[in-house]
């Protein structure tokens, strides 16, 4: 995919997308539960986990969801499969804040903010599978990313 620029002499190629793994590994999580990336660059959720998973948005503050993030995840059918996926893209500056459905719910914590805990009926997690997407132009924070995020699928 190529953005044509303005004077329409140059063309440059789109950002490769950043990847968030879910693994099977125990405890199970999300592998980069911090990732940065520029607006408009996909962010693409890889389930290689075999339970399916969802993304919830949501505003820290008020713990309102943000429908324009929620998606689900199918459950990866086996070693050697394709695993689940879901793509977004984000076209503003900002932080969204997101989190699994399945596995944890919203919290208010000292009466201040909404996060993430995990849900007591749930086990063999060892957090709530959440995180935080930050959609920047800042170089240095874009290159902070963990290194598994440029990996379409991770190894064993």
Known sequence: ???????GAQAKTAPRPVYIHMNMK?????????????PGQKVVFINQDNDIHTIVGYNPKTGATIQRINGSIPASTGMGKAPGRYIIKFNHLGRYYYYCSVHAYLKK??????????????????????????????KRVLAENPKTSSQKFLPE
């Open 26 to 38: 125990s405890p199970s999580m999300i592998l980069e539960s911090t990732i940065a990336v520029r």
């Open 109 to 138: 914590k000292s009466g201040k903010l909404y996060i993430p805990a995990i849900r007591p009926d749930v086990k063999g997690f060892g957090s709530p599978m959440a995180g935080v997407i930050i959609v920047t132009r800042n």
């Open 1 to 7: 995919m190529c953005v044509i620029t303005m004077a």
